[in-house]
């Protein structure tokens, strides 16, 4: 399998502009997470996703975000209007659910490196 | 609610000196645990996982980790650190029911000095 797929790999973009970050996951894979990555915040979680539906958005900063997951192999995280403080890696990363009910480690995609001037 | 603690922002090692990384977590009951590997510029990559048995858990590139659950602890080691080994490691805990969430702690930075 390629692993899971992010695009684009690198964006610029001016303030107030939109940007849509997306990604594909493993497939076969149930589960989809889209985190965030700065110096100063570290890893953070902000929305996850189980057969398609959102599960837990708590850490979408604001409505400025939103992410969407039409069907089982692609979904988008998207940022309207940009601000210079969204500047961060953006990483999406998939898993699954073992039948036991437990489930497997994430695999994590390359990341988007998103910067908003 | 789950949570994780790396003490060690940076540390730093010489090359072929043995690595200890610490992480602690915070979860009512038998945990998931994980330990990931960031080289710059890249996403994160799994080094190894402990779901249950055996408390000491072998990973790739040669590390270890043991989980101790009368300390809340699970580290990670290495008995001989190589050059290629300088890359940030998260230490991560997953909730063992329900819907899975894992929260992943804020990283040690390792440097190998030669």
């Known amino acids: 399998d390629a692993g899971v797929i992010q695009s684009p790999r690198h964006e610029v973009t001016e303030m107030g502009q939109e940007v849509t970050l997306r990604c594909k996951p493993i497939?076969?894979?149930?589960?989809l997470f889209w985190y965030r990555q700065t110096m100063m915040r570290g890893l953070e979680l902000l929305i996850y996703?189980?057969?398609?539906?959102?599960?837990?958005d708590s850490g979408m900063p604001e409505d400025r975000f939103s992410a969407k997951m039409p069907n089982a192999s692609f979904s988008t995280l998207k940022i309207q209007p940009s601000e210079p403080r969204d500047s961060a890696v953006y990483f999406c990363?998939?898993?699954?659910?073992?039948?036991?009910?437990?489930?497997?480690?994430?695999?994590f995609g390359p990341g988007t490196r998103l910067t908003v001037t | 609610a789950q949570s994780v603690t790396q003490p060690d922002i940076h540390i730093t090692v010489s090359e072929g000196a043995s690595l200890e990384l610490r992480c602690n977590y915070s979860?009512?009951?038998?945990?998931?645990l994980f330990w990931y590997v960031q080289s710059p510029g890249q996403g994160l990559q799994l080094l190894l996982k402990y779901f249950s048995g055996d408390t000491l858990v072998q990973g790739i590139k040669g590390f270890e980790a043991e989980f101790k659950r009368s300390q809340s602890s699970f580290n990670l080691r290495k008995p001989s650190v190589h050059w290629s080994d300088a890359a940030e490691y998260f230490c991560a805990v997953g909730n063992s029911g329900g819907y899975q969430k894992v929260t992943f702690g804020i990283g040690t930075k390792l440097q190998v000095i030669p």
């Open positions: 990363a998939s898993s699954f659910t073992w039948t036991s009910g437990g489930f497997y480690e994430q695999y």
């Open positions: 979860y009512g009951a038998t945990p998931y």
């Open positions: 497939s076969g894979h149930d589960y």
């Open positions: 996703f189980n057969n398609n539906v959102p599960i837990d």
